[in-house]
């Protein structure tokens, strides 16, 4: 019997699964044979949003990428992977899980044959989801989110804390500057986190600049400058 049948955004290819972990996709065009058929498949694969890649668990701790325009030949194999996806939205890029469920990689799907990219201190996270511009990805743990750079994912990320009794779903607005997080406490917060951002609202709040003086108490030798432009430069008391 058939466990799960899902299409790819554009419609041209159809991927299901058995009820005996036989996977088969089609080219829509001519469905007449399909042109993957792989056994072992314990989970959905899924097809990457510009409908080049399809990927899929297809034995212990493998993952298989095929490579659609070219009608599924060749494919290529990531060794130690637990857990592919999600795709960002661009599909220039996918999450890989590795099997010690300690390490993340974001795969580069413009160059399948580059060795991935660890995430810096990626340790357990999960609930992940990339920023509608691709730019920025989110993944939780316990009371924790963190937002890695897609470009420089092997940087330090952007911490968030405070959730009470876990996060159990993060999720990005439409322009990226604000995270959603849910929470095991019932609650949803809503946090501003791009630095800019925080400058303007504390630039609101205060109403004014740092003085000279409160400038070197803050930031010691660096050259002074107006924090907020629209406010003119304070005389030091």
């Known amino acids: 019997s058939i466990a799960s049948v899902v299409f790819s955004v554009d419609g041209r290819w159809l991927a299901s699964r058995s009820s005996d972990n036989m996977l088969h996709l089609w080219d829509v065009t001519d469905p007449s044979t399909a042109i993957i058929e792989q056994r072992n498949v314990e989970e959905d694969g899924l097809f990457s949003p510009d409908g080049h890649w399809f990927l899929a668990d297809v034995a212990q701790e493998t993952a298989r990428i095929w490579n659609l325009t070219a ?66 990805l989110a993944g939780a743990v316990g009371d924790l989110a963190r937002i890695w750079s897609v470009t420089n994912p092997e940087s330090y990320p952007i911490e968030i804390r405070g959730q009470y009794e876990g996060v159990t779903s993060v999720a990005f607005s439409m322009d990226g500057r604000r995270l959603a997080m849910g929470a095991g406490d019932g609650n949803i917060r809503v946090y501003t986190w791009q630095v800019q951002d925080l400058i303007d609202l504390a630039c609101n709040l205060a109403g004014e600049n740092f003085s000279q003086q409160e400038w070197e108490v803050w930031f010691g030798s660096q050259p002074y400058h107006r924090t907020c432009p629209q406010w003119p430069a304070r005389a030091s008391p």
Do not use: C, R
């Open 71 to 136: 009608h599924g030949i060749p494919a290529v194999d990531l060794p130690e992977v637990s857990n592919v996806g999600p795709f960002s939205p661009d599909g220039h890029w996918v999450l890989l899980q590795k099997t010690d469920n300690q390490s993340v990689q974001l795969l580069n799907m413009t160059d399948v044959d580059a060795p991935p990219k660890h995430l810096f201190y990626a340790l357990g996270d999960e609930h992940w989801q990339f920023s509608s511009d691709s730019w920025w």
